[in-house]
């Protein structure tokens, strides 16, 4: 079973309502390399996969054709054999099922395994010459494909020879000759796009295939160029339909991950037994971040999403087949597909653990373990405006190593993000910072803010440190850093502020607790959170254009991108008020940030522009506001009704590119900071659950730049 990757421009929104766990991330079990015959000049254009082999079509240098992959004794994949190949140009369309493979370049060719090799045997004969240059799929002992006249035919074998032996249906231009999924085979079964509709054929006793109902969607008519089926679930592009009975289905909801918004668009999804998968392209900035996602079919719970550990783009195409999945890729962006990352699913998805977070509000450190030679106290620190105060842990001794242990994490994949305020360093090259994966005393990953003004990645292994990566940071003291280390299966990464300055391959430790570490200095640790896995980035514009992507407008706004030396975002109404929202609906623990500046105000009092967070609708979600009153305010609304969380005095900044908000939404848990400073920090007893994320103004004309929301 394969799918074939296209690009889609539109998401509609999700209505569900309930919070899912946050997805486990996966990386390859092993990545394979296309080298055949001594040749690295490889392009994959199509690719399948079972339980006997792996089918690559594509070129190798001149030649174009089709190559087989097998396990070894050793149980990993390695280059079997040449199939056959031309000189011609085309694009090799390959399918493998029940120890029989097809490959076409330019006429369909089948091949069986034999006691050693895959060998070659005599092919169909077709009525008049066909060559199946659109998608091969192989279902329940047969083949099917499509020449470019649009007709699903079928393969099969019978009385030990392979026949042809019919159409399923017939096509229209333009859906079966490009590189998308037209139809999809289960069994007696079919899906096919055929007279501009998703409509579902049913083979009867004597083997015709009768037409059955149109899909219908929320908009009338399913059609697109990505259909799959499987059991009871079919999808039309990334709409799911359930079968109510065996010859009647019903459009279920519209697949959405948490990134949905952040990505440039999703790709094929493909149905499997029990799981959906749903290729994606680009969910985090600068990276080649293709990626996988896995939702369970029953609920449609996003469970997992697949990864190349090496920071690889897999561009596709790719197959799966039960818990076995394979996805051409290449090591950057304009390279071309000549490796394989093959995944090895497991059984079942175990929910990553929850988040857990310390403010240190209560008073007390009761949740940590300090480690020998520190002096740890949780204390007053006054907030960076107005005249409140906040707990910090405080680490005064300066004498040499120092360190804390979070008692509620000892995982596997984690990521810790803590405030890091350096008050003192006792010599040159002191330091601060966050460990993960502690073991024991000699073997964790950590990373340092060093008064050498450098931030530095290490790992202690049998005590013995190894740096991974550095980054020039200027380190000032009794400024505050938000830092964050992340350790998911082999990919470390460590963030400041926001922005990741490292990020490196390495398994060397496994799994262990998570804390906060210091080497003569002195520090104050704050606001430390700790969730399972790697943050998951939601949104991220850097630079605006006039076709932003899936943005929702309410109120009386005007939002336009003006280049003043550089993009930025223009809300230009001073009416009432206006709002921008993205996201999805479900999104619970969110981090929003934002660079805000004012332009010009409306008639009245006390005008205001920020960002919000768990937007549900109109009347209801967070907000942290600038206000013309020369103040900063974290508020709440409910069905219209407004309550007040916190506010602090605020002289906003009047120049590009404006301050820097971060709004901080994690359980019930509510931190505001400007400009790196905690300024407001509130614990709402009667949260909102979830929802979408933006941004909002109130008879202020503002503009906005560097928007970045994600899920620790």
Known sequence: MKSRIGLLT???????????????EIHETQRIDLVTNGSADFNAADVDIDTTGIIVGGRRGTDYGAFMF????????????????TSTAVWPRVAIGGKAAVYDIGELRVVERGASNWVAVQGPTFPYTHSWQSQIEYSGGRFYGSPVSCELMI????????SYQGNVASARQPYCDNNDQWHSIDGDRALVMTDYAARMYRRDASGVWNA??????????????NLSMSGSIATVEDDVYRAITPDSWQFDRHLQ??????????GETKVSGEYIMQWQFGDAPGDNTQSINVFRASDLEHVATLRASDGGTMAGPFAFNGRYLVVAGRAALEAQSNRLYYFELPASYLPTPATVQDDFETGNAGAWTALPGGQFTVAARPLGFGTGSTRVFRQSSVAGDAGASFNAVNWTNQSITADVRPTAFWGNDRWVGVFARR????NYYYITLRSSNTLLLRKLVNGVPVTLGSAAIPVVLNRNYRITLTASDGRISAAVDGRTFIKVNDSALTSGSAGVLSYRAAADFDNVVVSGGTPILMRHNEIWNTGSYSWTQSGSGEWWVSNQGYDRLLQNSTLTDARLVTGV??????????????????AGADRWFGVLGRYVDDGTYYYLNVRSSNTLSLRKVVNGS????????????TSAPGDRLRLEIIGNKLRAYANGELAIESTDAQQIASGRFGLVTYKASAWFDNFNVFEP
């Open 10 to 24: 539109g998401i509609a929104l999700l209505s569900a309502s309930s919070a899912f766990a946050k997805p486990i």
């Open 70 to 85: 097998e396990r070894n004794a050793a149980g990993t994949w390695v280059f079997k054999q040449q199939l056959g190949i």
């Open 155 to 162: 393969v099969g074998k019978q009385g030990g020879a392979w």
């Open 212 to 225: 059955g109902e149109s899909l219908q969607g929320p908009d009338g008519v399913a059609g697109g160029l």
């Open 257 to 266: 991950p948490l990134t949905a918004f952040q990505s440039a668009g999703s």
């Open 439 to 442: 073991s024991n005393a000699s």
């Open 585 to 602: 609906t479900f999104s619970r623990d969110q981090v929003i940030e934002a660079h805000v500046q004012a332009d010009h105000y409306g």
């Open 642 to 653: 407004i309550t007040v969380l916190g506010t602090v005095p605020f002289t906003p900044a």
